[in-house]
């Protein structure tokens, strides 16, 4: 069975930094794109990045470019999204999923179930 368990989510002040994981199981993981996305409440899923396999490449949306970064631990089957400098909008659900931008943003099935980060004073 194929799963993705995200964790690290937590209620941070504004300014606050987080490291997201993403534990992989049931799938060959060294030979997937992994991606990040997330969803604001009352918004459509929003892509944050996405890194190749091996970790050599690394692609991360305009607007967190500075503030995110991807990487990833072949060797525990694991994603992290390191987040920085967080402000009240970064506040929504962050979900690992399989395959590179253009696959997980069209299949949520590939997503797991993610992790919530809130950013508030």
């Known amino acids: 069975e194929v799963q993705l368990v995200e964790s690290g989510g937590d209620m941070v002040q504004p300014g606050g930094s987080l490291r997201l994981s993403c534990t992989a199981s049931?799938?060959?993981?060294?030979?997937?794109?992994m991606t990040w996305v997330r969803q604001a409440p009352g918004k459509g899923p929003e892509w944050v990045g996405s890194?190749?396999?091996?970790?050599?490449?690394?692609y991360i949306a305009k607007s967190f470019e500075g503030r995110f970064t991807i990487s990833r631990d072949d060797a525990k089957n694991t994603l992290y999204l390191q987040l920085s400098n967080l402000g009240p909008e970064d506040t929504a659900l962050y979900y690992c999923a399989r395959g590179g931008r253009a696959i997980a943003m069209r299949r949520d099935d590939y997503w797991g179930r993610g992790t919530q980060v809130t950013v508030s004073s």
């Open positions: 890194i190749n396999i091996h970790g050599r490449t690394t």
């Open positions: 049931g799938f060959a993981f060294t030979t997937w794109d």
